[in-house]
Nanobody
Framework: QVQLVESGGGLVQVGGSLRLSCAAS????????MGWYRQAPGKQRELVAR???????NYADSVKGRFTISRDGAKNTVYLQMNSLKPEDTAVYYC?????????WGQGTQVTVSS
């Protein structure tokens, strides 16, 4: 079992930055992969960024060069640094963990980018 608690969403202007945090209930190094997904109104949930247990990362094309996923093992926390935000980044962002072929989700945090 993995419990995930997100924080850090909010309202930001175009071009601004936000950092999302996801605190896990167990060592993040013991989790196969963690990541961030987002879901905008009327759209499917999509992968934003992912980091594996060994630290390899991958990003959606739409956020490459603007978003960075990282982790702090001492805090069992994964971060998503979002820079140069655009209106199309507006969505509910969900933290995700894959462990033992089970999916775990956080409660979601709203990110709104105003133009």
């Amino acid at each position: 079992q993995v419990q995930l608690v997100e924080s850090g969403g909010g309202l930001v202007q175009v071009g601004g930055s936000l950092r999302l945090s996801c605190a896990a209930s167990r060592s993040i190094f013991s989790i196969y992969a963690m990541g961030w997904y987002r879901q905008a109104p009327g759209k499917q949930r999509e992968l934003v960024a992912r980091i594996s247990g060994v630290g390899s990362t991958n990003y959606a094309d739409s956020v490459k060069g603007r978003f960075t996923i990282s982790r702090d093992g001492a805090k069992n926390t994964v971060y998503l640094q979002m820079n140069s935000l655009k209106p199309e980044d507006t969505a509910v962002y969900y933290c995700h963990a894959l462990q033992d072929w089970n999916d775990y989700w956080g409660q979601g945090t709203q990110v709104t980018v105003s133009s």
